[in-house]
Protein backbone atom coordinates (compact mmCIF):
# COMPACT_ATOMS: atom_id res chain seq x y z
CA UNK A 1 0.00 0.00 0.00
CA UNK A 2 1.06 3.44 -1.05
CA UNK A 3 0.22 6.48 1.59
CA UNK A 4 0.84 9.81 0.49
CA UNK A 5 1.39 12.23 3.33
CA UNK A 6 0.48 15.76 2.22
CA UNK A 7 1.97 18.27 4.64
CA UNK A 8 0.98 20.84 2.78
CA UNK A 9 0.01 22.25 -0.33
CA UNK A 10 2.16 25.73 0.35
CA UNK A 11 5.79 26.04 -2.09
CA UNK A 12 7.99 29.11 -2.22
CA UNK A 13 8.77 28.27 -6.00
CA UNK A 14 6.39 29.63 -8.85
CA UNK A 15 6.75 26.95 -11.83
CA UNK A 16 4.62 28.62 -14.78
CA UNK A 17 2.92 25.09 -15.10
CA UNK A 18 2.05 24.03 -12.03
CA UNK A 19 -1.41 23.18 -10.83
CA UNK A 20 -0.18 21.59 -7.37
CA UNK A 21 0.75 24.36 -4.45
CA UNK A 22 -0.32 26.96 -3.70
CA UNK A 23 1.16 30.27 -2.04
CA UNK A 24 0.24 29.74 0.99
CA UNK A 25 -1.71 26.79 2.46
CA UNK A 26 -1.59 25.41 6.32
CA UNK A 27 0.70 22.99 7.81
CA UNK A 28 -0.41 19.28 9.03
CA UNK A 29 -0.36 19.36 13.10
CA UNK A 30 1.01 16.51 14.96
CA UNK A 31 -2.35 16.11 16.06
CA UNK A 32 -3.14 14.88 12.27
CA UNK A 33 -0.33 12.40 12.17
CA UNK A 34 -1.34 11.20 15.49
CA UNK A 35 -5.01 10.29 13.74
CA UNK A 36 -3.27 8.81 10.69
CA UNK A 37 -1.35 6.52 12.92
CA UNK A 38 -4.09 5.47 14.63
CA UNK A 39 -6.02 5.14 11.71
CA UNK A 40 -3.61 2.74 9.51
CA UNK A 41 -2.86 0.65 12.93
CA UNK A 42 -6.39 -1.43 12.22
CA UNK A 43 -7.04 0.01 8.34
CA UNK A 44 -4.60 -2.88 6.61
CA UNK A 45 -2.22 -5.22 7.29
CA UNK A 46 -0.01 -4.81 4.57
CA UNK A 47 3.42 -3.17 4.29
CA UNK A 48 3.08 0.84 3.45
CA UNK A 49 5.35 3.13 2.13
CA UNK A 50 4.63 6.80 2.79
CA UNK A 51 5.85 9.25 0.66
CA UNK A 52 5.66 13.23 1.90
CA UNK A 53 4.55 15.26 -0.61
CA UNK A 54 3.33 18.65 -1.71
CA UNK A 55 3.21 21.43 -2.27
CA UNK A 56 6.78 21.79 -0.76
CA UNK A 57 6.84 19.24 2.30
CA UNK A 58 9.71 20.78 3.68
CA UNK A 59 7.71 24.05 4.94
CA UNK A 60 6.70 21.72 7.53
CA UNK A 61 9.83 21.91 9.09
CA UNK A 62 12.35 19.77 10.88
CA UNK A 63 9.90 19.20 14.04
CA UNK A 64 7.28 17.76 11.96
CA UNK A 65 9.43 15.16 10.29
CA UNK A 66 11.40 14.18 13.53
CA UNK A 67 8.03 13.70 15.21
CA UNK A 68 6.66 11.69 12.58
CA UNK A 69 9.20 9.58 10.93
CA UNK A 70 9.64 8.64 14.76
CA UNK A 71 5.75 7.36 15.43
CA UNK A 72 5.35 5.88 12.25
CA UNK A 73 8.22 3.90 12.32
CA UNK A 74 7.69 2.77 16.44
CA UNK A 75 3.62 2.50 16.09
CA UNK A 76 3.27 0.45 13.06
CA UNK A 77 6.35 -1.37 12.76
CA UNK A 78 4.50 -4.36 11.92
CA UNK A 79 3.33 -2.31 8.67
CA UNK A 80 7.14 -2.47 7.89
CA UNK A 81 7.07 1.39 6.68
CA UNK A 82 9.37 2.38 4.17
CA UNK A 83 9.64 6.26 3.49
CA UNK A 84 10.25 8.62 0.60
CA UNK A 85 9.95 12.34 0.38
CA UNK A 86 9.16 14.21 -3.06
CA UNK A 87 10.89 18.46 -2.56
CA UNK A 88 12.53 21.07 -4.28
CA UNK A 89 15.47 20.46 -1.78
CA UNK A 90 15.35 24.57 -0.85
CA UNK A 91 15.09 23.92 2.76
CA UNK A 92 17.27 20.88 3.12
CA UNK A 93 19.83 21.65 5.65
CA UNK A 94 22.42 19.69 7.76
CA UNK A 95 19.82 18.53 10.75
CA UNK A 96 17.30 17.72 8.10
CA UNK A 97 19.35 15.79 5.84
CA UNK A 98 21.10 13.82 8.85
CA UNK A 99 17.22 13.15 10.18
CA UNK A 100 16.37 12.07 6.53
CA UNK A 101 19.69 9.41 6.66
CA UNK A 102 18.80 7.77 9.66
CA UNK A 103 15.91 6.76 7.97
CA UNK A 104 17.68 5.94 4.36
CA UNK A 105 14.79 8.12 2.89
CA UNK A 106 15.13 8.15 -1.15
CA UNK A 107 14.69 11.93 -2.03
CA UNK A 108 12.64 12.68 -5.79
CA UNK A 109 13.36 16.42 -6.50
CA UNK A 110 12.63 18.55 -9.41
CA UNK A 111 14.76 19.94 -11.99
CA UNK A 112 13.92 20.64 -16.12
CA UNK A 113 18.04 20.82 -16.87
CA UNK A 114 20.35 23.78 -17.28
CA UNK A 115 19.94 26.53 -15.30
CA UNK A 116 18.87 28.68 -17.99
CA UNK A 117 16.14 26.32 -19.18
CA UNK A 118 15.12 25.62 -15.95
CA UNK A 119 14.24 29.00 -14.71
CA UNK A 120 12.58 29.98 -17.52
CA UNK A 121 10.12 27.41 -16.84
CA UNK A 122 10.55 27.65 -12.65
CA UNK A 123 11.35 30.84 -11.92
CA UNK A 124 14.97 32.61 -11.60
CA UNK A 125 16.74 31.05 -9.05
CA UNK A 126 14.99 27.87 -8.57
CA UNK A 127 18.25 26.38 -10.15
CA UNK A 128 20.70 27.76 -7.39
CA UNK A 129 18.83 26.90 -4.19
CA UNK A 130 17.62 23.48 -5.59
CA UNK A 131 21.34 22.88 -6.46
CA UNK A 132 22.44 23.83 -2.90
CA UNK A 133 20.15 21.59 -1.37
CA UNK A 134 21.25 18.64 -3.54
CA UNK A 135 24.82 19.32 -2.39
CA UNK A 136 23.93 19.07 0.96
CA UNK A 137 21.78 15.67 0.80
CA UNK A 138 24.70 14.56 -1.28
CA UNK A 139 27.19 15.18 1.40
CA UNK A 140 25.00 13.15 3.83
CA UNK A 141 24.99 10.38 1.57
CA UNK A 142 21.26 10.46 0.48
CA UNK A 143 20.27 8.77 -2.92
CA UNK A 144 18.52 12.05 -4.98
CA UNK A 145 17.01 11.40 -8.26
CA UNK A 146 15.32 14.67 -10.27
CA UNK A 147 12.04 14.71 -12.23
CA UNK A 148 12.13 16.66 -15.53
CA UNK A 149 9.48 18.42 -16.84
CA UNK A 150 8.58 18.60 -20.31
CA UNK A 151 7.11 21.04 -22.14
CA UNK A 152 6.32 22.13 -25.32
CA UNK A 153 8.68 24.22 -24.82
CA UNK A 154 11.47 22.52 -23.28
CA UNK A 155 10.95 19.39 -25.98
CA UNK A 156 12.54 21.34 -28.23
CA UNK A 157 15.78 21.21 -26.19
CA UNK A 158 15.23 17.64 -25.63
CA UNK A 159 19.03 16.57 -26.32
CA UNK A 160 20.47 19.67 -24.23
CA UNK A 161 18.26 18.52 -21.58
CA UNK A 162 19.44 14.88 -20.89
CA UNK A 163 23.07 15.84 -22.07
CA UNK A 164 22.62 17.88 -18.91
CA UNK A 165 21.75 15.14 -16.65
CA UNK A 166 24.48 12.91 -17.80
CA UNK A 167 27.70 14.99 -17.79
CA UNK A 168 26.27 15.89 -13.97
CA UNK A 169 25.87 12.18 -13.05
CA UNK A 170 22.23 13.30 -11.90
CA UNK A 171 19.51 10.36 -12.27
CA UNK A 172 16.72 11.13 -14.51
CA UNK A 173 12.35 10.48 -14.24
CA UNK A 174 10.37 12.51 -16.96
CA UNK A 175 7.42 13.30 -16.52
CA UNK A 176 5.04 15.04 -19.45
CA UNK A 177 3.32 18.92 -18.29
CA UNK A 178 -0.24 18.22 -18.19
CA UNK A 179 -3.84 19.82 -18.26
CA UNK A 180 -5.36 20.10 -14.68
CA UNK A 181 -8.64 19.75 -13.57
CA UNK A 182 -7.80 22.50 -11.05
CA UNK A 183 -7.13 25.08 -13.35
CA UNK A 184 -6.00 25.79 -16.71
CA UNK A 185 -2.39 27.75 -15.70
CA UNK A 186 -0.70 24.75 -17.04
CA UNK A 187 -3.06 24.26 -20.81
CA UNK A 188 -0.35 26.59 -22.61
CA UNK A 189 2.84 24.38 -21.29
CA UNK A 190 0.68 20.84 -21.83
CA UNK A 191 3.02 18.09 -24.27
CA UNK A 192 1.81 17.04 -27.32
CA UNK A 193 0.64 13.23 -27.38
CA UNK A 194 3.52 12.72 -30.50
CA UNK A 195 6.18 14.61 -28.98
CA UNK A 196 6.30 13.14 -25.77
CA UNK A 197 6.23 9.23 -27.32
CA UNK A 198 8.95 10.57 -29.35
CA UNK A 199 11.16 11.32 -26.30
CA UNK A 200 10.56 8.78 -24.66
CA UNK A 201 12.16 6.81 -27.71
CA UNK A 202 14.86 8.73 -27.93
CA UNK A 203 15.97 8.41 -24.28
CA UNK A 204 15.40 4.41 -24.97
CA UNK A 205 17.63 4.70 -27.79
CA UNK A 206 20.37 6.99 -25.98
CA UNK A 207 19.61 5.12 -22.66
CA UNK A 208 20.88 1.66 -24.54
CA UNK A 209 24.38 3.11 -24.95
CA UNK A 210 24.48 4.68 -21.30
CA UNK A 211 22.11 2.38 -18.66
CA UNK A 212 26.16 2.41 -16.55
CA UNK A 213 26.40 5.62 -16.70
CA UNK A 214 23.06 7.64 -16.38
CA UNK A 215 19.57 5.94 -14.33
CA UNK A 216 16.18 6.57 -16.46
CA UNK A 217 13.80 5.54 -14.24
CA UNK A 218 10.83 5.36 -16.99
CA UNK A 219 12.93 3.54 -19.22
CA UNK A 220 13.67 0.74 -16.27
CA UNK A 221 10.26 0.75 -15.49
CA UNK A 222 8.65 0.32 -19.22
CA UNK A 223 11.45 -2.42 -19.40
CA UNK A 224 10.55 -4.25 -16.66
CA UNK A 225 6.94 -3.77 -17.67
CA UNK A 226 7.05 -5.54 -20.50
CA UNK A 227 9.26 -8.32 -19.66
CA UNK A 228 7.07 -9.33 -16.39
CA UNK A 229 4.17 -8.43 -17.84
CA UNK A 230 2.75 -5.70 -15.05
CA UNK A 231 3.17 -2.34 -14.40
CA UNK A 232 5.57 -1.00 -11.99
CA UNK A 233 4.32 2.24 -11.07
CA UNK A 234 1.41 3.95 -10.56
CA UNK A 235 0.62 5.21 -14.23
CA UNK A 236 0.66 1.53 -14.99
CA UNK A 237 -1.63 -0.23 -12.20
CA UNK A 238 -5.12 -0.05 -11.07
CA UNK A 239 -3.82 2.12 -8.63
CA UNK A 240 -7.33 2.36 -6.86
CA UNK A 241 -7.49 1.18 -3.77
CA UNK A 242 -3.73 0.76 -2.77
CA UNK A 243 -2.71 4.70 -3.17
CA UNK A 244 -4.16 6.83 -0.95
CA UNK A 245 -3.44 10.79 -0.08
CA UNK A 246 -3.79 12.74 2.73
CA UNK A 247 -4.19 16.07 2.80
CA UNK A 248 -2.81 18.68 5.77
CA UNK A 249 -6.17 18.65 6.94
CA UNK A 250 -6.56 14.93 7.47
CA UNK A 251 -8.85 14.74 4.54
CA UNK A 252 -8.09 11.29 2.45
CA UNK A 253 -8.33 11.79 -1.62
CA UNK A 254 -7.54 8.99 -4.08
CA UNK A 255 -4.20 10.55 -4.92
CA UNK A 256 -1.82 13.46 -4.04
CA UNK A 257 -3.27 14.92 -7.52
CA UNK A 258 -6.79 15.36 -5.64
CA UNK A 259 -5.59 16.94 -3.35
CA UNK A 260 -7.99 20.51 -2.57
CA UNK A 261 -10.73 18.84 -4.79
CA UNK A 262 -13.74 18.69 -2.32
CA UNK A 263 -15.24 16.31 -4.63
CA UNK A 264 -12.45 13.79 -4.20
CA UNK A 265 -12.76 13.32 -0.33
CA UNK A 266 -13.40 10.03 0.63
CA UNK A 267 -12.71 10.15 4.08
CA UNK A 268 -10.91 11.57 7.22
CA UNK A 269 -8.16 9.79 9.02
CA UNK A 270 -9.76 11.15 12.77
CA UNK A 271 -12.87 8.64 11.60
CA UNK A 272 -11.08 5.89 10.93
CA UNK A 273 -12.74 4.74 8.15
CA UNK A 274 -12.27 1.36 6.75
CA UNK A 275 -11.02 -0.06 3.41
CA UNK A 276 -14.64 -1.09 2.33
CA UNK A 277 -16.18 3.03 3.53
CA UNK A 278 -13.04 4.52 1.27
CA UNK A 279 -13.98 2.19 -1.74
CA UNK A 280 -17.56 3.03 -1.71
CA UNK A 281 -16.83 7.05 -1.39
CA UNK A 282 -18.33 8.40 -5.28
CA UNK A 283 -14.80 9.07 -5.89
CA UNK A 284 -12.97 5.80 -5.69
CA UNK A 285 -16.48 4.43 -7.43
CA UNK A 286 -15.73 7.25 -10.41
CA UNK A 287 -11.79 5.43 -10.43
CA UNK A 288 -13.38 2.06 -10.27
CA UNK A 289 -15.51 3.18 -13.49
CA UNK A 290 -12.63 3.74 -15.05
CA UNK A 291 -11.14 0.47 -14.31
CA UNK A 292 -13.77 -1.29 -16.44
CA UNK A 293 -13.88 1.62 -18.68
CA UNK A 294 -10.05 0.29 -19.51
CA UNK A 295 -11.28 -3.65 -18.72
CA UNK A 296 -13.59 -3.26 -21.62
CA UNK A 297 -12.05 -0.42 -24.04
CA UNK A 298 -8.43 -1.63 -24.24
CA UNK A 299 -9.25 -5.39 -23.80
CA UNK A 300 -7.67 -6.28 -27.41
CA UNK A 301 -4.26 -3.80 -27.03
CA UNK A 302 -1.55 -6.37 -26.34
CA UNK A 303 -0.44 -3.55 -23.98
CA UNK A 304 -3.20 -3.82 -21.32
CA UNK A 305 -1.94 -5.98 -18.46
CA UNK A 306 1.24 -3.48 -18.25
CA UNK A 307 -0.49 -0.68 -19.05
CA UNK A 308 -3.98 -0.76 -17.62
CA UNK A 309 -5.32 2.39 -19.81
CA UNK A 310 -2.65 4.97 -18.05
CA UNK A 311 -3.92 7.55 -15.18
CA UNK A 312 -6.68 8.32 -14.33
CA UNK A 313 -6.26 11.52 -13.54
CA UNK A 314 -4.72 12.37 -16.82
CA UNK A 315 -8.21 10.95 -18.62
CA UNK A 316 -10.41 12.97 -16.06
CA UNK A 317 -9.02 16.14 -16.80
CA UNK A 318 -10.23 16.32 -20.71
CA UNK A 319 -13.59 15.05 -19.88
CA UNK A 320 -14.76 16.97 -16.95
CA UNK A 321 -14.81 14.30 -14.39
CA UNK A 322 -16.30 12.12 -17.13
CA UNK A 323 -15.17 8.24 -17.53
CA UNK A 324 -15.33 8.77 -21.73
CA UNK A 325 -11.64 7.77 -22.36
CA UNK A 326 -8.45 6.67 -21.15
CA UNK A 327 -5.04 8.43 -20.42
CA UNK A 328 -4.59 10.96 -23.94
CA UNK A 329 -1.27 9.96 -23.99
CA UNK A 330 -2.37 6.41 -24.72
CA UNK A 331 -0.94 6.66 -28.04
CA UNK A 332 2.56 8.17 -26.61
CA UNK A 333 2.58 5.00 -24.42
CA UNK A 334 1.97 2.63 -27.03
CA UNK A 335 4.76 3.75 -29.07
CA UNK A 336 7.15 3.24 -26.61
CA UNK A 337 5.84 0.05 -25.52
CA UNK A 338 5.52 -1.44 -29.27
CA UNK A 339 9.64 -0.43 -29.52
CA UNK A 340 10.61 -2.15 -26.55
CA UNK A 341 8.36 -5.40 -27.42
CA UNK A 342 9.56 -5.71 -30.43
CA UNK A 343 13.59 -5.17 -29.31
CA UNK A 344 12.48 -7.84 -26.49
CA UNK A 345 11.37 -10.36 -28.70
CA UNK A 346 14.93 -10.00 -30.92
CA UNK A 347 16.86 -10.54 -28.09
CA UNK A 348 14.73 -13.82 -27.43
CA UNK A 349 14.95 -15.03 -30.58
CA UNK A 350 18.55 -14.09 -31.57
CA UNK A 351 19.16 -15.96 -27.70
CA UNK A 352 17.16 -19.00 -28.35
CA UNK A 353 18.74 -19.45 -31.96
CA UNK A 354 22.04 -19.59 -30.87
CA UNK A 355 21.03 -21.76 -28.13
CA UNK A 356 20.09 -23.96 -30.52
CA UNK A 357 23.17 -23.74 -32.15
CA UNK A 358 25.17 -24.81 -29.05
CA UNK A 359 23.15 -27.17 -26.97
CA UNK A 360 24.11 -29.97 -27.26
CA UNK A 361 27.62 -29.09 -27.60
CA UNK A 362 27.72 -27.09 -23.96
CA UNK A 363 24.82 -27.78 -21.75
CA UNK A 364 26.06 -24.93 -19.77
CA UNK A 365 24.88 -22.52 -22.14
CA UNK A 366 22.44 -19.66 -20.61
CA UNK A 367 20.36 -16.82 -22.03
CA UNK A 368 23.21 -14.52 -21.40
CA UNK A 369 25.26 -15.98 -23.98
CA UNK A 370 22.87 -14.62 -26.66
CA UNK A 371 22.31 -11.18 -25.16
CA UNK A 372 26.01 -10.69 -24.97
CA UNK A 373 27.08 -11.70 -28.69
CA UNK A 374 23.85 -9.68 -29.88
CA UNK A 375 25.10 -6.41 -28.16
CA UNK A 376 28.41 -6.47 -31.50
CA UNK A 377 25.85 -7.12 -33.71
CA UNK A 378 23.46 -4.18 -32.81
CA UNK A 379 26.24 -2.07 -32.07
CA UNK A 380 24.49 -0.96 -28.13
CA UNK A 381 26.66 -1.33 -25.17
CA UNK A 382 23.11 -2.43 -23.48
CA UNK A 383 20.13 -4.86 -24.88
CA UNK A 384 16.43 -3.88 -23.26
CA UNK A 385 16.76 -7.09 -21.52
CA UNK A 386 19.65 -6.00 -19.54
CA UNK A 387 17.68 -2.98 -18.46
CA UNK A 388 14.41 -5.10 -17.60
CA UNK A 389 16.60 -7.81 -15.31
CA UNK A 390 18.57 -4.83 -13.49
Known amino acids: MHVMIIPTMGCPANCSYCWSSETTSLCMSTKTMDDIVEWLKTFKKEPVTFTFHGGEPLLAGYEFFEYSLDKISKELSDLYPAFAIQTNLWKMDDKLASLFKKYEIPIGSSLDGPQELNDIQRGVGYY ?27 IKHKEEIFNFFKENGLNMKIHPALPSIKSHKSDNFALDVEDYGELLLYLLDEYLNLADVIELKNIDHLCKAVFMRKGFVCTYVDCMGSTFAIGPDGSIYPCYRFVDMPEYVIGHVSDKPSYDDLMSSKAELLLIDYKDFVDENCKDCKHMDYCRGGCPYNALTITDNRVECVDPYCEAYKMILDKIDNLMNENLNLAFDELNDVVEKDYNFTLNVGLENQHSKNSKKFTVMDIALK
Open 128 to 154: EKTMKGYEIAKKHGLDVSFISTFTNYS
